[in-house]
């Protein structure tokens, strides 16, 4: 099985995502690292912690950054993850939670990298200030990470919007420094943005078959997921709801599953487009310019929606 570091800010969709990789042969999860984002990262942490002990977890929880690396520090999107950051519903037994580790993110994330060198897969469905943190006090670790999975971005390529502005999508707009020095390392990065994400729909009866075929998770999922999917149909006229860091998840396990594009990646750091991520697709010249001498990223253009919702049901059900 791939290691996976699960970098997240937990966050209904997160959850849904955290139910994958557990239920996953194929990945083996040896940390959950938090970041604010979704709810303040006292309440992600907290979340983690949570889902840790209801999804019978042992991987350690790691703390991570407050805040961005260098705007100001965002609201927190209470209308879309509840005030609590799991729709809301009641969370019992919060006091017997256990400890987070001893390491802050970034630290745990260099460590566990220089640990087995060409063996951890980063899974980052959140702010990306805990990766680029991790680059800052230790640049070797581009060369040592298996893989890093990223759910962020809106890249336009099926004509999506951003969902915090025009132009863009609410991890990368969260920390859009943090997310420019982590798209531009030279290490591989596979984006799933909103350009596929928006397109994957989880239907009522998809989440009520998850709830009745796969009982203690799933019953778990459609509780969380109530106010995401009355928030869908009120704001969005959705009729479901897209479970955009379960997808980041399915490319570490599937990529199979997934269309790329490549080229390298800039985000817009400032002005009216911040939080805007760019690909210059390969073999395509212009002058000199900001994509020059950067790696070359994989960007996702189109999932198989219906193969993405089987393995993901699957999964559940056989866990
Ligand atoms: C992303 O933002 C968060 O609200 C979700 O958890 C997901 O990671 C979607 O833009
Ligand atoms: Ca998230």
Sequence with gaps: AKKVIFDTDPGIDDACALALIAASPALELIGI???FGNASVETTTRNALYLRRRFGLAAPVARGAERPLSKPPRDFPTFIHGENGLGDVALEGLDSLGATHAKDAADFIVEQLRAAPGEVTLIAVGPLTNLALAIERAPEITALAAEVVVMGGAFGTAGRPGNVSPVAEANVWNDPDAA?????????????????????????DYMAGLRDRAPG????????????????????????????????VARAIEPALFRERRGPVRVVTDGIATGQTIQSVE???????????LPSQSVCVEADNAAFLKLYAEALVAW
């Design 180 to 204: 420019d020095r982590v798209l531009t390392a030279p290490w591989p990065v596979r984006i799933v943005g909103l350009d596929v994400t928006t397109l994957c729909v989880m239907g009522p």
């Design 33 to 35: 690292t938090t970041v």
């Design 283 to 293: 073999g395509v010249r212009y002058p000199p310019g900001p994509w020059d001498g």
């Design 217 to 248: 998770v799933g019953g778990f999922l459609w509780e969380i997921t109530r106010f995401y999917e009355h928030l869908y149909r009120t704001r969005d006229g959705i009729d479901g709801i897209n479970a955009h860091d379960a997808l980041a």
